[in-house]
């Protein structure tokens, strides 16, 4: 510590220095907290020198040098005046202790901190902006509003900036205070020149106060820049193409998702997106849905379109035409703008990208400049109804059916149609000839001959008619021709003919066609909607649509399938129905199956009139005859010559020369059989609905396999026998066993899908599985190694199989094609082909929403979202109009470690919330099914700002302040937690001396209450005391145990209060009785004292110290070691005093005698060494003689 000192001389140069270093201490904070931005204000440090030395009215000019400083440069913290006049109060309170210590520093910057605090808190919350003016505290601020932690920034940013600059203001104040008063000797006595009082120091104070308010209500408010937000670039994956298949067809209207069935025009741009066009609007197909966005919301009556790129172009009947660009209007023109009529009928451009429109009112031509459309000329002469383009030229029909050749701008010559017709519509293929359609509804084809078309060909076809418009295109690779809309359906021509495409009722006022990138065809119908052609690897055989088949099997070139309503017959070409005599019989009847045997002959179950045999005539056989039961369900040829069958009620055998053998019930209880199949040596597998799997061999019975054999399912829809004959694969409810030819089960593990109905080899080592969700082809020795991580090719909707199979029935493979039964038809799949084409899909993201509101962003810089933002929502988009579903895997790098991947289907927007500020890129590709990547990656960029307090310097900061705090009041909070535990102690202390002191006392007065009974025996415990406890110092006891032995000592006789006076004073020698009855003090005192705790090893002096060492005491007999060291101690004194003192029966001894007896009585009486010891003590005269001869 060290006293309070001025720094005040008479020289008033050398005070004026001092002021202007200090001052100059403010500014240079000021400006060094400003430029560094420091988490201080740096503002007061001078301040307290200023008030130290030279007293209040040095202080008070600190503010206006503090002030002119931040308006210097060009900022104004409205605190740092506040708090510099409880700095000033501060500082000069502590000089009146006119002392300076650790200690009460700490207590200065507690005070200075605390109403810091609470100023600068209050100047801040009536701060409109609510910021600190500091870039620390305006950082916890944004982090608090941030994460939701309102009207608490404001708080910790004023307590963690006032904190830490006050602390480390009075730290250096305090150690320049130390260092100019311990370490130099010119400073002088603040007894010599006192600053004088100013009364009207508290007017002025105010007067500043107010000034620096007002300063504050004048400053700007600091503004932050809104981050720039871009967009991702759109990106293209391609894959090459395959082969190609069977054509299927898809209408869209009302019914699964189309919006109007009223479909006026298509178009489909460079990015992938389908429009459609209708009197209800504009739509915009992705594959997966029809979506309406508000950005073209306004356009109705659709009319016509036309791609130019990304670039779309609407034409209306009533409001112009539109441009679109990334789903938003360009352009927007109109007759005000200078169009010819505001019905548009058709669109095209030329090679230079001139637009042309056709118009009631003729043909508008519009030109490009700078991204704004503008009509450059017109040509009025015709009313117009369609233009197209090709080869250089520009085709424009008139109404009245002449074709307008424009090249360059002009019209270079006309075609005339014949008297008879006009024409219609116009295509320049890209074959290169020119088809020009008429209301004759003929098609005419033109080529281009010195500069004119001359007509090569013509083609036709009674069904058509009402052309609207013509494509050439191509379905994959197959059927690269024109297809023609009309009014009466699609058409092709095909060779020399026009021939019309099957579309069932989808046949009426077709408008349009076009085709997709992956090569889909699409015709719109302005009263059906649209239908989609596409190529799939699965195909249903049309002639069944809607049929539950059953079975299937081909009997003599012709296909017969079992429904449940009689059998349905078929040519090869699944077209031709045929009608035999067994189906007329069986028409109605529910078929379970059909088989042909090696002998040629057909057999067929049914489900309730048992079995029927064909061939040269039909066989019937029933439970009449010897059947099993008429519930029929399956046929196994077992060898050439018989025949199992079998049904709800058991099996049959048919030996095909003697016929039905009746075996009797062989498994001796009614038993449905689902599913057979033969093994080795005859071996026949029955599998059951719920008793598992019952092994057959010569018409008998051998064993049975159910789950108690480890299969996982009694029922057994389908047994599949291995090639090798080692085995077979049970298809159960629950999932595949394999079961060895030992009959060992096992399960198949890795076949992970469930509720299969049928194993089929499909060639190539590879099985075909269906079951309630479609097929899975796998390897079959991978099937069987449980060791084998495999993912099996599922062929789903996606593939054409958009029925559920049928269960329980029996497929057939013909060739390279497999047919599937199902409830509502027949499948047939290529099993060498049966992958879908490698088509071409197009990725994007879409749109991006930002806490819920869209993201507006271009294609050349990456976006970069909004510290604040919590939540980020991507809408990917993967353009797809096949019936392919592959596997679409999202990453984003930066967060994810790997792809996530989900069906294509399934793929809808990806969430993230509270993502950490950074760099990060969405990426997506595609898998197939067995996850491989088939594709290029889409890499979309964007990123999250940055905010100050995500760096690492923050973060360390605050951490560091925070343990500071925590570490500063602790200090307070353990002072005092300390002192009062300090004051607690000692009062403990006090009270266990004091009752330590009443216990001692209650001791000795006990002691001398025993010794009063006798005047002879007067202090008699007290010597005893004293003398054990010489004796215990030289056995090396220690003090505690000494003062417990002193204890001990004083209540050895304690039992004495039992026994009556005429025999405790009995001058003569004592009766047997009356000696029984003295001894008898010894268990008496050890009872009284028993439940007396306090006092270590009490009992052990009571009941042992008349215990002799050779065993002849009392009162338990004990001998040498056995009698605690406390007894034997005890004894010895006792003995002592009882013959150096006078008793009732006998003046004391001499202490000659007393030696020589206590000598006598060493081994027999007293313990030798005690004996030895005390006899020391008495030879070396520490005891007291005096006492001895007054006794």
């Not at 060094?32 to 301040?47: Q, R």
Request: glycine letters at 8%; hydrophobic letters at 40%.
């Amino acid at each position: 510590m060290f006293m309070c000192k001025d720094i005040t001389t008479k020289n008033n140069s050398l005070n004026l220095i001092f002021l202007f270093v200090f001052y100059l201490i403010n500014s240079l904070g000021i400006i060094l907290s400003h430029c560094l931005s420091l988490p201080l204000w740096l503002d007061s440090i001078g301040t307290m020198f200023c008030v130290y030395f030279y007293g209040i009215y040095a202080g008070l000019l600190c503010i206006p040098v503090n002030i002119a400083t931040l308006f210097f440069i060009d900022s104004f913290n409205f605190v740092s005046p506040a708090v510099a006049l409880f700095l000033i109060y501060g500082t000069l309170h502590f000089k009146k202790k006119n002392s300076l210590d650790v200690n009460s520093t700490m207590i200065f910057s507690a005070f200075v901190i605390f109403f810091s605090f609470i100023i600068s808190l209050c100047i801040n919350m009536v701060d409109n902006r609510q910021l600190t003016e500091n870039l620390w505290g305006s950082s916890i601020i944004s982090f608090c509003n941030d994460n939701s932690i309102h009207h608490v920034g404001l708080l910790l940013a004023s307590f963690y900036l006032e904190f830490m600059d006050k602390l480390i203001s009075i730290l250096v104040f305090y150690g320049g205070i130390h260092f100019l008063v311990n370490r130099t000797g010119w400073l002088k006595k603040s007894e010599e020149i006192k600053a004088e009082k100013n009364e009207n120091a508290g007017n002025l104070l105010l007067v500043f106060f107010t000034l620096a308010l007002g300063a504050v209500l004048n400053n700007p408010c600091s503004s932050y820049a809104d981050e720039n937000i871009t967009d991702s670039p759109k990106i293209t994956v391609s894959m090459p193409e395959q082969l190609s298949f069977s054509v299927q067809q898809t209408v869209i209207n009302q019914k699964n998702g189309l919006i109007s069935g009223n479909v006026t025009s298509l178009c489909s741009t460079s990015d992938g997106y389908i429009w459609i066009g209708s009197y209800a609007g504009l739509l915009k197909y992705d594959g997966k849905s029809f979506k309406r966005d508000e950005s073209f919301n306004g356009i109705r009556n659709v009319k016509t379109m036309y791609a130019e790129g990304d670039r779309l172009w609407v034409g209306t009947t009533d409001q112009g035409i539109f441009s679109l660009e990334n789903g938003r209007i360009t352009n927007h023109l109109t007759e005000k703008e200078g169009l010819l009529s505001d019905y548009i009928s058709g669109i095209t451009s030329d090679d230079n990208n001139n637009i042309y429109i056709a118009t009631p009112g003729g043909i508008s031509i519009l030109k490009s400049e700078g991204g704004e459309y503008t009509i450059s000329s017109v040509y009025k002469d015709g009313n117009f109804i369609s233009v197209s383009s090709g080869l250089g030229h520009v085709f424009a029909i008139e109404l009245n059916g002449i074709v307008h050749c424009f090249r360059n701008l002009q019209e270079a010559f006309r075609i005339e149609p014949s008297e008879q017709t006009s024409y219609t519509s116009a295509l320049y293929s890209d074959d290169g000839f020119l088809y020009l359609s008429d209301t004759s509804n003929r098609i005419s084809r033109f080529t281009l001959d010195n500069e004119r078309f001359v007509k090569v060909a013509e083609f036709s076809n009674k069904k058509m008619h009402g052309v609207k418009s013509m494509m050439y295109s191509s379905l994959g690779e197959k059927y690269k021709t024109v297809f023609i809309s009309s009014d009466s359906g699609i058409f092709f021509i095909k060779g020399d003919s026009i021939s019309k495409i099957e579309t069932e009722n989808f046949s009426d006022s077709i408008e349009q066609g076009i085709r997709d990138f992956q090569g889909n065809l699409w015709f719109a119908s302005s009263r059906l909607g649209l239908v989609k052609f596409f190529l799939s690897p699965v195909v249903m055989v049309p002639a069944l649509k809607d049929q539950v088949v059953n079975c299937i099997a081909k009997w003599h070139g012709n296909y017969l399938f079992g429904t449940d309503f009689g059998i349905k017959a078929y040519a090869s070409d699944l077209k031709t129905p045929l009608s035999f005599d067994f189906t007329q019989l069986l028409e109605g009847v529910r078929i379970r199956d059909v088989y042909v045997d090696s002998s040629d002959y057909l057999w067929i179950c049914t489900y309730g009139k048992g079995v029927f045999r064909v061939k040269d005539k039909i066989e019937h056989f029933s439970v009449k005859n010897g059947l099993f039961g008429n519930k029929a369900r399956s046929v196994l040829e077992i060898d050439d010559s018989r025949v199992m069958l079998s049904g709800a009620s058991g099996v049959s055998f048919f030996d095909k020369n003697s016929g039905l053998v009746r075996t009797g019930n062989i498994f001796g209880k009614d038993v449905t059989v689902l599913s057979s199949a033969l093994g080795d040596d005859g071996k026949v597998y029955a599998g059951t609905n719920a008793n598992g799997i019952y092994i057959i061999r010569d018409y008998k019975l051998q064993n049975v396999i159910n789950k108690h054999n480890g299969l996982i399912s009694n029922t057994i829809l389908k047994i599949y026998p291995l090639k090798d004959k080692k085995g077979i694969i049970a298809v159960t409810g629950d999932g595949l066993c394999y079961i060895s030819d030992a009959l060992e089960v096992r399960e198949l593990k890795n076949f992970h899908y469930f509720n299969n109905y049928d194993i089929i080899d499909i060639g190539d080592d590879k099985v075909a599985v269906t079951g309630s969700n479609g097929v899975y082809v796998v390897n079959l020795k991978d099937l069987l190694d449980d060791n084998k991580n495999y993912i099996a090719e599922h062929l789903d909707s996606s593939y054409g199989i958009t029925e559920l199979l049928s269960s329980n029935s029996r497929n057939y493979k013909d060739g390279n094609i497999l047919f599937l039964a199902s409830n509502a038809g027949v499948f047939m799949m290529d099993t060498k082909n049966y992958h879908h084409k490698d088509n071409v899909f197009k990725m994007q993201v879409e749109k991006i929403t930002v806490d819920g509101n869209d993201l507006v962003f271009d294609s050349k810089t990456a976006p970069v979202i909004s510290r604040a933002s919590r939540k980020v929502t991507l809408y990917p988009s993967v353009l797809n109009f096949s019936p392919e579903n592959p596997y679409v895997g999202v990453c984003l790098e930066g967060l994810d470690e790997d792809f996530s991947n989900i069906k294509l289907k399934d793929l809808s927007q990806i969430n993230y919330t509270n993502i950490a500020p950074g760099d990060y890129v969405f990426t997506m590709a595609l898998f197939d099914s067995k996850h491989e990547r088939k594709s290029d990656v889409l890499r979309f960029p964007f990123s999250k700002a940055y905010a100050f307090y995500d760096s690492k310097l923050f973060v360390t900061y605050f951490v560091l302040v925070s343990c500071l705090i925590v570490a500063y009041f602790t200090f307070f909070l353990v002072k005092l937690l300390m002192q009062k535990i300090i004051d607690e102690k000692q009062h403990l202390l006090e009270l266990a001396e004091q009752q330590i002191k009443m216990g001692d006392e209650t001791i000795l007065t006990i002691a001398q209450a025993l010794d009063a009974r006798d005047p002879r025996t007067k202090s008699h415990s007290v010597r005893v005391a004293e003398y054990s406890v010489m004796i215990a110092k030289q056995l090396g006891f220690t003090d505690k145990e000494c003062s417990n032995l002193r204890k001990v000592a004083l209540l050895h006789d304690i039992g004495k209060i039992g026994i009556p006076d005429r025999i405790l004073n009995k001058p003569e020698r004592l009766t047997d009785e009356e000696y029984g009855i003295m001894k008898s003090h010894v268990t008496i005192g050890a009872e009284i004292l028993k439940n007396f705790k306090s006092i270590d090893n009490l009992t052990d002096g009571i009941k042992y110290h008349h215990e002799r060492y050779d065993g002849k005491g009392y009162v338990l007999g004990v001998k040498g070691e056995e009698i605690p060291i406390i007894g034997r101690i005890i004894s010895v004194a006792d003995a002592f005093d009882a013959m150096s003192a006078n008793r009732v029966y006998r003046d004391k001894l001499q202490l000659e005698r007393v030696m020589n007896e206590i000598e006598k009585g060493k081994g027999s009486q007293f313990d030798p060494k005690i004996a030895d010891i005390m006899l020391e003590l008495i030879k070396a005269g520490k005891i007291d003689k005096f006492l001895y001869n007054q006794q």
